[in-house]
């Protein structure tokens, strides 16, 4: 099994910026597409950035083209989501996304970011 644990979540005014971590440990065979998802308050959960197994494609949510950088360490089994110039839409719960080399999607726990002034 994959675990996924985020970190990095946390209070920021307008205008600021976070950096969201993402670490997998466990038996991982090999990680493909590794994905941040959000769910705002009241909301469905959304696609918000991908990566793909280099690194070396990403896809953005046009919400957030521009402001945020997805980017991942495959050789730490790692993943980064740079958030730059957050605006209170952007509060919600962020989750880290892995699919493995059998098809298998792993999810994090979750980390809250809030947007406030």
């Known amino acids: 099994q994959v675990q996924l644990g985020e970190s990095g979540g946390g209070l920021v005014h307008p205008g600021g910026s976070l950096r969201l971590s993402c670490a997998a440990s466990?038996?991982?065979?090999?990680?493909?597409?590794m994905n941040w998802y959000r769910q705002p308050p009241g909301k469905q959960r959304e696609l918000v950035a991908s990566?793909?197994?280099?690194?070396?494609?990403?896809y953005y949510a046009d919400s957030v083209k521009g402001r945020f950088t997805i980017s991942r360490d495959v050789s730490l089994n790692a993943m980064y989501l740079q958030m730059n110039s957050l605006k209170p839409e952007d509060t919600a719960v962020y989750y880290c996304?892995?699919?493995?080399?059998?098809?298998?999607?792993?999810w994090g726990q979750g980390t809250q970011v809030t947007v406030s002034s």
């Open positions: 996304n892995a699919l493995d080399g059998f098809g298998r999607a792993f």
């Open positions: 466990g038996r991982i065979f090999r990680l493909n597409a």
């Open positions: 990566v793909n197994t280099g690194g070396t494609t990403t």
